[in-house]
């Protein structure tokens, strides 16, 4: 079992970057894909980013390509989501999750583990 706290989240003006990370307790990190996802007010989950167990691999929603980037530090049990160019649609509470069976992949079902989550408001 894995336990994932998200942190980093904020308000910031629209353009702006804002740093999330997600660290995870346990000694079997290196063994989870890890995802971000993200909720806005009344709407469902939606993914983000995802990116493999070795880091090799990652994959976008179409919205954030070329401004977020996910990376991760196998040595420190931690996951960022680096995010430039910040939008206003981009406000929402964004979750860390993991993927025990070590697949990125884009679906929330397929992520056993989640934080909290992490408010994130983007003003205009």
């Known amino acids: 079992q894995v336990q994932l706290v998200e942190s980093g989240g904020g308000l910031v003006q629209a353009g702006g970057p804002l740093r999330l990370s997600c660290a995870a307790s346990g000694r079997t990190f290196g063994s989870y894909a890890m995802g971000w996802f993200r909720q806005a007010p009344g709407k469902e989950r939606i993914f983000v980013a995802t990116m493999s167990t070795s880091g090799g691999y990652s994959y976008y929603t179409d919205s954030v390509k070329g401004r977020f980037t996910i990376s991760r530090d196998n040595a420190k049990n931690t996951v960022y989501l680096q995010m430039n160019s910040l939008k206003p649609e981009d406000t929402a509470v964004y979750y860390c999750?993991?993927?025990?069976?070590?697949?990125?992949?884009?679906?929330?079902?397929?992520?056993?583990?989640w934080g909290q989550g992490t408010q994130v408001t983007v003003s205009s």
């Open positions: 999750a993991a993927n025990s069976l070590g697949i990125a992949t884009t679906g929330p079902a397929s992520y056993k583990y």
